[in-house]
């Protein structure tokens, strides 16, 4: 049974830091096309960063800020965000899928498993 659990969710000042943890069970990260999206309230799901193969998508609202890595030891993503603005407030979640779709992993319609979420807010 594929299970996706996200933690590492908080609040945090402008400028702050967080490192979003995303479990992976009942299957191998290394085989899947991964990603992270979020969603504010209000808002559309948004790509924020995935990892399809060799492919390695950011948003260009991240790009330089954060930054996806795959643990395949732990079998566990991570997204590391640096320089938090209040507009990276939202739920972010992971997702996964058991194809390599390249480039349009960006996109939550491509993704068939999901966690709950976490919730990220940055305020002062």
């Known amino acids: 049974q594929v299970q996706l659990a996200e933690s590492g969710g908080g609040l945090v000042q402008p400028g702050g830091s967080l490192r979003l943890s995303c479990a992976a069970s009942?299957?191998?990260?290394?085989?899947?096309?991964i990603g992270w999206f979020r969603q504010a309230p209000g808002k559309g799901r948004e790509g924020v960063s995935c990892?399809?193969?060799?492919?390695?998508y950011y948003s260009d609202s991240v790009k330089g800020r954060f930054t996806i890595a795959r643990d395949n030891a732990k079998n566990t993503l991570y997204l590391q965000m640096n320089d938090l603005k209040p507009e990276d407030t939202a739920s972010y979640y992971c997702?996964?899928?058991?194809?390599?779709?390249?480039?349009?992993?960006?996109?939550?319609?491509?993704?068939?498993?999901w966690g709950q979420g976490t919730q990220v807010t940055v305020s002062s």
């Open positions: 997702a996964a899928v058991d194809l390599f779709v390249g480039s349009r992993c960006s996109s939550w319609l491509e993704y068939d498993y």
């Open positions: 009942g299957f191998t990260l290394n085989d899947y096309t």
């Open positions: 990892i399809s193969a060799g492919t390695t």
